[in-house]
């Protein structure tokens, strides 16, 4: 079983940056794929960012490509979510995910975090 718990939402104004990190449970991070998905209100969950399990490979949503950057510290069992100038169009509830392998499907994940809240004010 692994256990993910999201930290580092909070209001930020537009252009400023924000780092979320994501700290999980098990004796295994190491053998994980992790990403990053978010949701705004009346909206559908959405990809935001993956890396691979190895830490190689990174992937991105075009909506986020040159602002946001994730990464992963295994010593730790941490992986993060790095926000630059951001957008009021990125309010939304940021969630992370693990999973076998690295995707921008949902459904290839086994495991969630609670989510954090992300306000970018104009």
């Known amino acids: 079983q692994v256990q993910l718990v999201e930290s580092g939402g909070g209001l930020v104004q537009a252009g400023g940056s924000l780092r979320l990190s994501c700290e999980a449970s098990?004796?295994?991070?190491?053998?994980?794929?992790m990403g990053w998905f978010r949701q705004a209100p009346g909206k559908e969950r959405e990809f935001v960012a993956a890396?691979?399990?190895?830490?190689?490979?990174?992937y991105y949503a075009d909506s986020v490509k040159g602002r946001f950057t994730i990464s992963r510290d295994d010593a730790k069992s941490m992986a993060y979510l790095q926000m630059n100038s951001l957008k009021p169009a990125d309010t939304a509830v940021y969630y992370c995910?693990?999973?076998?392998?690295?995707?921008?499907?949902?459904?290839?994940?086994?495991?969630w975090g609670q989510g954090t809240r992300v306000t970018v004010s104009s």
């Open positions: 098990g004796r295994t991070f190491g053998s994980y794929a």
């Open positions: 995910a693990s999973g076998t392998h690295s995707s921008s499907w949902s459904g290839q994940y086994d495991y």
């Open positions: 890396i691979s399990w190895s830490g190689d490979d990174t």
